[in-house]
T-cell receptor, first 111, second 113 residues
Framework: EDQVTQSPEALRLQEGESSSLNCSYT??????LFWYRQDPGKGPEFLFT???AGEEKEKERLKATLTKKESFLHITAPKPEDSATYLC????????????FGKGTSLLVTP | EAQVTQNPRYLITVTGKKLTVTCSQN?????MSWYRQDPGLGLRQIYY???????DKGDVPEGYKVSRKEKRNFPLILESPSPNQTSLYFC????????????FGPGTRLTVT
């Protein structure tokens, strides 16, 4: 069965303490991996799309990378405003246009 | 302002009473989708639409209906709500290219008693 697993479920960092979030997937025929950020009480906000192993995308303190089995969201020198839940989603071949989301990693950055 | 709007934002209803959650976008997007978000289960896609009069099932379509008669609107219909449909619902839209840069609405919290 196709699965998207995110780890850790929750992460607490000090401001400036860099770390990485993981999204591992077991889908047949990946057709894209997507990262979103969700603030409490709000809808998810698009961050990145990755299509092929080796691809990297950056935005401010965030950098997303993709291998054949997993994606990492690296957070460099995080600030309290980076606190949010980060969601990973995949589109698999022959799924039409449906997306499979992981359960998310809840990130808290303390001053 | 480019946005996706949903109404109502909060709704408490009783089992079996038909309801509609509206979704509207002002970005002329072709693609629209409905998700539900539940603790421990994450976001799951209910239905999506590639354009007017074109809809398809996502992963959890049972108990829901949708229609896409106009490009900007994509209502979600619960003909006979049940308690297991208590959830947080999100509508999303995106342009045809790039397809998955989805813009999400603010969410509708539905409670069915």
């Amino acid at each position: 069965e196709d699965q998207v697993t995110q780890s850790p479920e929750a992460l607490r960092l000090q401001e400036g303490e860099s770390s990485s979030l993981n999204c591992s997937y077991t889908v047949s025929g990946l057709r894209g991996l997507f990262w979103y950020r969700q603030d409490p009480g709000k809808g998810p906000e698009f961050l990145f799309t990755l299509y092929s192993a080796g691809e990297e995308k950056e935005k401010e303190r965030l950098k997303a990378t993709l291998t054949k089995k997993e994606s990492f969201l690296h957070i460099t020198a995080p600030k309290p405003e980076d606190s949010a839940t980060y969601l990973c989603a995949v589109r698999r071949r022959n799924s039409g246009y449906a997306l499979n989301f992981g359960k998310g990693t809840s990130l808290l950055v303390t001053p | 302002e480019a946005q996706v709007t949903q109404n109502p934002r909060y709704l408490i209803t009783v089992t079996g009473k038909k309801l509609t959650v509206t979704c509207s976008q002002n970005m002329n997007h072709e693609y629209m989708s409905w998700y539900r978000q539940d603790p421990g289960l994450g976001l799951r896609q209910i239905y999506y639409s590639m354009n007017v009069e074109v809809t398809d099932k996502g992963d959890v379509p049972e108990g829901y209906k949708v229609s896409r008669k106009e490009k900007r609107n994509f209502p979600l219909i619960l003909e006979s709500p049940s308690p297991n449909q208590t959830s947080l619902y999100f509508c999303a839209s995106s342009p045809h290219r790039p397809l998955y840069e989805q813009y999400f609405g603010p969410g509708t919290r539905l409670t069915v008693t």
